[in-house]
T-cell receptor, first 114, second 114 residues
Framework: EPEVTQTPSHQVTQMGQEVILRCVPI?????FYWYRQILGQKVEFLVS????????KSEIFDDQFSVERPDGSNFTLKIRSTKLEDSAMYFC????????????FGPGTRLTVL | AQSVTQPDIHITVSEGASLELRCNYS??????LFWYVQSPGQGLQLLLK??????LVQGIKGFEAEFKRSQSSFNLRKPSVHWSDAAEYFC????????????FGKGTSLLVTP
């Protein structure tokens, strides 16, 4: 069964450093998402991406964040200058079409900012 | 924006006992509702979803959920719990104000005792 994959599974970085989290969505899917889950809190939407551009973003997704689909298979989330409060589990998801389609989630990347 | 509330943070049930996890939504029209499960170290897996039609929805792993508009609820049930069901369970609703983003509840952690 096709699945969403994410690398790395765990990333440790120093405050102020840039990190790139990578995702490979399911191959024929058209919609891509990033969510995050701070320890002990609920899963929060960051951004959705369709047709090579951001379709929606939350207030969390500020100028420090960016997303890219560089090569038609990978989907990346970049945090330009990490802060302590960026420490969280980051989930990538993809779906075949819009509102009623199932979003399939990857296993997540745990980001630890020291 | 549409939101969901999961009133129970932790639930403990004995193996073989029945299970009901609560989820309440806030939305005037018919919401798109989902239940996801997260096992340790795993991503979020869809158990079932409700868009319209039959209010009793069957999902994977023997789970079902019932949409009750009068109670604004979408509770997840299983008649006989197995030890492998121990996991974190998330209710979610599509937020029509933010594209197709999912709004998650805080989750309910299920512990299964022998």
């Amino acid at each position: 069964e096709p699945e969403v994959t994410q690398t790395p599974s765990h990333q440790v970085t120093q405050m102020g450093q840039e990190v790139i989290l990578r995702c490979v969505p399911i191959s024929n899917h058209l919609y891509f998402y990033w969510y995050r889950q701070i320890l002990g809190q609920k899963v929060e939407f960051l951004v959705s991406f369709y047709n090579n551009e951001i379709s929606e973003k939350s207030e969390i997704f500020d100028d420090q964040f960016s997303v890219e689909r560089p090569d038609g298979s990978n989907f990346t989330l970049k945090i330009r200058s990490t802060k302590l409060e960026d420490s969280a589990m980051y989930f990538c998801a993809s779906s075949g079409w819009g509102s009623t389609d199932t979003q399939y989630f990857g296993p997540g990347t745990r980001l630890t900012v020291l | 924006a549409q939101s969901v509330t999961q009133p129970d943070i932790h639930i403990t049930v004995s193996e073989g006992a029945s299970l009901e996890l609560r989820c309440n939504y806030s939305y005037g029209a018919t919401p798109y509702l989902f239940w996801y499960v997260q096992s340790p170290g795993q991503g979020l897996q869809l158990l079932l979803k409700y868009f319209s039609g039959d209010t009793l929805v069957q999902g994977i792993k023997g789970f079902e959920a019932e949409f009750k508009r009068s109670q604004s609820s979408f509770n997840l049930r299983k008649p006989s719990v197995h030890w492998s069901d121990a996991a974190e369970y998330f209710c979610a609703v599509v937020n029509s104000n933010s594209g197709y983003a999912l709004n998650f509840g805080k989750g309910t952690s299920l512990l299964v005792t022998p």
